[in-house]
């Protein structure tokens, strides 16, 4: 997996209740990003990361917060979790996400199954 | 809007046959284009990149690009039951001065012995 974990690898929580998904990497990669994959829609973006403390909203953003204090970590926040975001979340790096754009390969992590009772 | 297009599945075919897999996608300024292959309870995992309009050959497996179709694919030669997998494709869109990865909804390729 490219040098990325995600901590935990599953969790079950309840409605209302805080969550924070970490994602670390190993690799020194400038970019990182934050998905979610549900059946029927496939993988969708929601935050990236171009640089320490430089994110950005994706596709299905709302519900969630991120924050990247250090190179190699990149935090996931669901501040009051719902049943809508139960899901499967990966993170994903990458090493270019502008100045080299053809070459924006992302290496995924394991994932991390979340359930919101 | 962004999007990439792929025929959900699933696509069954025997042991050693091509198998052919199709994606389209809405943006013409798109650069990069990536295959993912995922296995079930997996993480994708990178199979080819093509940024340039032809063929790109690896193996057994084939991507091909026509910019103006805004059309890519993928053909696994040779198909074993092990390339039993959900395949993504995706394509780079500009999102505020970067570029980011939208992903298809997959397609499930069933090989059977």
């Known amino acids: 997996d490219a040098g990325i974990t995600q901590s935990p690898r599953h969790k079950v929580t309840e409605t209302g209740t805080p969550v924070t998904l970490r994602c670390h990497q190993t690799e020194n990669h400038r970019y990182m990003y934050w998905y979610r994959q549900d059946p029927g829609h496939g993988l969708r973006l929601i935050h990236y990361s171009y640089g320490v403390k430089d994110t950005d909203k994706g596709e299905v953003s709302d519900g969630y917060s991120v924050s990247r204090s250090k190179t190699e970590d990149f935090l996931l926040t669901l501040e009051s979790a719902t049943s809508s975001q139960t899901s499967v979340y990966f993170c994903?790096?990458?090493?270019?996400?502008?100045?080299?754009?053809?070459?924006?390969?992302?290496?995924f992590g394991p994932g991390t199954r979340l359930t919101v009772l | 809007q962004k999007e990439v297009e792929q025929n959900s599945g699933p696509l069954s075919v025997p042991e050693g046959a091509i198998a052919s897999l199709n994606c389209t996608y809405s943006?013409?300024?798109?650069?990069?284009f990536f295959w993912y292959r995922q296995y079930s309870g997996k993480s994708p995992e990178l199979i080819m990149s093509?940024?340039?309009?032809g063929d790109k050959e690896d193996g057994r497996f084939t991507a091909q690009l026509n910019k103006a179709s805004q059309y890519v694919s993928l053909l696994i030669r040779d198909s074993q039951p092990s390339d039993s997998a959900t395949y993504l494709c995706a394509v780079t869109f500009r999102n505020s001065g970067y570029s980011t990865l939208t992903f298809g909804k997959g397609t499930m390729l069933l090989v059977s012995p």
């Open positions: 093509i940024y340039s309009n």
């Open positions: 943006d013409r300024v798109s650069q990069s």
């Open positions: 994903a790096i990458s090493d270019r996400g502008i100045l080299a754009p053809a070459t924006d390969t992302q290496y």
